[in-house]
């Protein structure tokens, strides 16, 4: 079995849903930037009020991503 190295980023996402669609949120958005996204963990979890209705979730969440190794080559 090969070695694990993560690297851990921190991360925001909000919804007007649910808490799991602001982590969802976050997750989809870094999709789009970062690789090899593999666990995360939910670190605070918060709510905004407006008018004396909660208005939307927030979530900070870590997430962990495998580190590239610098010695792959691609087969030709």
């Known amino acids: 079995m090969a070695d694990?190295?993560?690297?851990?980023t921190e991360l925001v996402g909000s919804s007007e849903t649910s808490i799991?669609?602001?982590i969802q949120?976050?997750?989809s958005k870094a999709a789009n930037t970062v690789?090899?996204?593999r666990w995360f963990e939910v670190t605070e979890t918060r709510g905004h009020i407006e008018?004396?209705?909660l208005s939307h979730y927030q979530v900070t969440l870590k997430v962990g991503f495998a580190v590239e190794?610098?010695?792959v080559h691609l087969a030709p």
């Open 4 to 8: 694990h190295v993560y690297r851990v």
């Open 20 to 22: 799991e669609a602001a």
């Open 25 to 27: 949120a976050a997750i």
């Open 35 to 37: 690789r090899h996204m």
């Open 51 to 53: 008018n004396n209705k």
């Open 69 to 71: 190794d610098d010695n």
